[in-house]
């Protein structure tokens, strides 16, 4: 049998306006389990939906029936806050899949599912993120279009049919902006192109027939600048390279779905709009596209597809660096998303890549350079690098601008204000209206599994980070907890993180780092013996 013990917090923080972006999720914090041989193990806990739950009695007991570990009485379930960008959760995650980059956005359908209806000439409805648009446009491939579709569009959209296009294309059909980028107002700073109709095959243009023969005339390969009367009803959009991981828009959402199709990078766009002539939102675009029988997706989810498929960044160079804790190797690895240059740390050989223990750190100026006490990141990146040592092998990614969780620099400096007036790191980013966490590791991710590591030892508190990683394929044999000294300095953040960030801190006499925090006692809690002045 096993003895468990459990770190979990007493209060649930409640859904508040400036959580718009996050999502509740009820479960248990992580537990350690130590064996009679011995081992010590660190083991994800049930998570269990709807409301949160009390246990009472003493005959009250969850089992895990594959091991016949108790879990405590007293144990509570209690909510904790998540990002969308990388879903946070209480708990390590049991294998179910739902956090996988492919899983799609409840209520909506998956992306290859609306690929393929894009490659079989069908209509999807794709919806971008309520801070944006916080809209739903009927899309397809611009070579399949059919007046009869146009039709559709036209019934059913604002009448306002656009067609997104490469710049490669619009420069072969002559198609210049309609303003230039330093003069557009429009609100997302959409690239309209000059408006064209179809010189051949057209009357006034503005017929489904007719728009139809004008879209198929821009998605043709053999088109020429000649076969195009300028201004007409056809509305072509410039796609900025690197679609929706440059930019959120339906612009590129549709260009991205065609070029996923296999199909000519070409597509057409139309806004849909309610029966009282406003812009549909969600849940009348659900409705819409159930009683159509279409496909809906998100834009959010289309960006995690590409994420995980796509190849983002590349190494630039490389080099021995002697350090305080030995010699590593240091990687440059460049993000072909933004440029950012990200540095990976290796010691010893990755061979054959199972079970390398790896730490994927957030940059953190203050912390990691000028030794700030108000966080715990720079004593967690020694440690790593110590830990790494010790192993004689394994990876430390080094991901820049994730400053602030992702606020930058100056921002962080304005929340660190905010906190000294009384405010918690979380309160702090709400009152800036600035996202709690909005860190993604997909760079990290991909960097790792280019060093050649599959399977690894992940040192990390942060459940939401066990999550973004896991979702690119990578496997986690293990989270190796990172506990350093509480201070009186960031006892109330590292008590922030625990308490509605669900970060896990638990220890024990028998762990190596229980000289460092006091045994299962929670960060501000004012009963730990090395909290120190």
């Not at 049998?1 to 999502?23: E, I, L």
């Not at 809906?296 to 350090?323: F, G, M, N, Q």
């Not at 199972?354 to 750190?361: A, G, K, N, Y």
């Not at 006692?521 to 002045?533: I, K, Q, R």
Request: charged share 25%; proline share 4%; net charge neutral.
């Amino acid at each position: 049998m096993a003895s468990v013990r459990f770190c979990c917090s007493p209060t649930a923080p409640s859904r508040s306006k400036a959580f718009k972006n996050f999502k509740l999720f009820d479960g248990f914090h992580g537990t350690r389990l130590f064996f009679t041989t011995g081992k010590i193990s660190d083991v994800p806990l049930i998570q269990i939906g709807g409301k949160s739950h009390r246990i009472k009695g003493k005959s009250a007991f969850f089992y895990d029936l594959s091991s016949g570990v108790e879990r405590q009485p007293d144990a509570i379930a209690f909510r904790t806050l998540a990002a969308e960008t990388t879903p946070a959760i209480v708990s390590f995650p049991i294998e179910n899949g739902e956090f996988d980059l492919d899983h799609p956005t409840e209520g909506f359908s998956s992306i290859p599912e609306a690929i393929e209806d894009i490659r079989q000439g069908k209509m999807v409805v794709v919806v971008d993120d309520e801070d944006r648009e916080n809209e739903g446009d009927l899309i397809m491939a611009a070579s399949m279009v059919t007046p009869e579709a146009m039709a559709f569009f036209v019934k059913h959209g604002t009448g306002i049919v656009c067609v997104s296009m490469k710049e490669e294309d619009l420069d072969r059909l002559e198609l210049p902006l309609m303003v230039s980028r330093k003069d557009n107002e429009e609100k997302l700073c959409t690239a309209f192109t000059v408006s064209v109709d179809a010189k051949h095959g057209t009357t006034t243009g503005v017929s489904a027939r007719d728009r139809a023969t004008t879209i198929l005339t821009l998605a043709s390969k053999a088109s020429k600048p000649e076969d195009f009367n300028r201004p007409g009803h056809i509305f072509p959009l410039k796609y900025r390279e690197g679609g929706v991981l440059k930019r959120a828009g339906h612009t590129e959402a549709s260009v991205d779905l065609a070029v996923l199709a296999d199909l000519h990078p070409v597509a057409v766009l139309c806004e849909i709009v309610d029966e009282d002539g406003s812009m549909a939102r969600l849940p009348k675009l659900v409705k819409f596209a159930e009683l159509h029988n279409l496909k809906i997706i998100s834009i959010a989810d289309l960006v995690r597809y590409r994420r995980k498929r796509d190849k983002l960044v590349e190494c630039s160079s490389a080099a021995r660096i002697p350090t305080k804790w030995g010699p590593f190797t240091a990687y440059c690895y460049r993000s072909v998303i933004d440029g950012i240059e990200h540095i990976a740390m290796v010691k010893g050989d990755v061979g054959d890549g199972q079970d390398i223990l790896v730490r994927v750190h957030s940059e953190c100026l203050t912390g990691d350079i000028f030794g700030s006490a108000r966080c715990d990141c720079g004593n967690q990146l020694a440690l790593a690098m110590k830990r790494i040592k010790e192993a004689g092998r394994g990876v430390l990614i080094y991901l820049r601008g994730h400053e602030g969780r992702g606020i930058g620099l100056g921002h962080k400096l304005c929340a660190y204000k905010l906190q000294d007036a009384g405010r918690d790191t979380v309160e702090a980013n709400e009152e800036l209206g600035l996202p709690v966490d909005s860190r993604e590791y997909g760079i990290g991710a991909q960097i790792l599994k280019d060093l050649g590591v599959r399977t690894m030892k992940l040192m990390t508190n942060n459940p939401a980070k066990y999550v973004g990683l896991k979702g690119y394929g990578l496997a986690i044999s293990e989270r190796v907890p990172l506990l350093t000294r509480i201070t009186r300095e960031n006892k109330r953040y590292l008590e922030t993180k625990r308490t509605k960030m669900g970060h896990v801190y638990v220890s024990d006499s028998r762990s190596p780092t229980s000289g460092i925090i006091g045994r299962d006692v929670a960060p501000g809690s004012g009963t730990n013996s090395d909290v120190v002045p």
